[in-house]
């Protein structure tokens, strides 16, 4: 079946670690999208690329970073430099980058700073 | 700038009754497009439905559907006949061609609750 897979669906990170969020998809699209939701909230824009080996930042990028090495696959890096990391991050392709473009999501990892 | 306003705080309906949900949206560029999406508890957010700015007609996906109002601004998503799986968060968000790469713009989201 075609989508999004996000890894792991729960991680614990301790203060100061980087920590990377896994995100691949098949349906072969070329945008991907990671999305920070904090709770009773709405999701907010971190990272977004529109071509493999380009990127470009979001709303609240500043303690995060991305790399697009392959169309499939996009990570995210949570680094000791972001001050509130404790989050659920979601993952989301879409066909193109137009308003006309639906972004389908993957299932989500919740992120927790001990 | 892009910005998507859902003021209701949470949401009841009885099963098997109809139910909408508000939307409010501001952008000046005249190509863009709404989305709603659901979000149960488990947390993933699941696609509903699409209108584009330039649709003649409203949008309609099955029990979904999309309360068009071009000129106030509004999206408002209308669920009929509602189903107790239908409890969940529901976003309204919007995409346009503003600022790098029309990025997909979230509201706050509304809680909705569905009484069997």
């Known amino acids: 079946d075609g989508g999004i897979t996000q890894s792991p669906k729960y991680l614990f990170r301790k203060e100061g670690q980087n920590v990377t969020l896994s995100c691949e998809q098949n349906l072969n699209h070329d945008a991907m999208y990671w999305y920070r939701q904090d709770p009773g909230q709405g999701l907010r824009l971190i990272y977004y690329s529109q071509i493999v080996n380009d990127f470009q930042k979001g709303d609240i990028a500043e303690g995060y970073s991305v790399s697009r090495e392959k169309k499939e696959s996009f990570p995210l890096t949570v680094t000791s430099a972001q001050k509130n990391p404790t989050a659920f991050y979601l993952c989301?392709?879409?066909?193109?980058?137009?308003?006309?473009?639906?972004?389908?999501f993957g299932p989500g990892t919740r992120l927790t700073v001990l | 700038a892009q910005k998507i306003t859902q003021t209701q705080p949470g949401m009841f309906v009885q099963e098997k009754e109809a139910v909408t949900l508000d939307c409010t949206y501001d952008?000046?560029?005249?190509?863009?497009?709404l989305f709603w999406y659901k979000q149960p508890s488990s947390g993933e957010m699941i696609f509903l439905i699409y209108?584009?700015?330039?649709?003649?007609q409203n949008a309609t996906e099955g029990r979904y559907s999309l309360n068009f109002q071009k000129a106030r601004k509004s999206a408002n998503l209308v669920i009929s006949a509602s189903q107790l799986g239908d409890s969940a968060m529901y976003f309204c968000?919007?995409?346009?061609?503003?600022?790098?790469?029309?990025?997909?713009?979230f509201g706050k989201g509304i809680t909705l609750s569905v009484r069997p």
């Open positions: 209108q584009g700015s330039y649709d003649q």
């Open positions: 968000a919007m995409r346009d061609h503003t600022g790098a790469n029309s990025k997909l713009t």
């Open positions: 989301a392709s879409s066909i193109g980058g137009t308003p006309f473009n639906e972004q389908f």
């Open positions: 952008t000046s560029d005249p190509s863009y497009g």
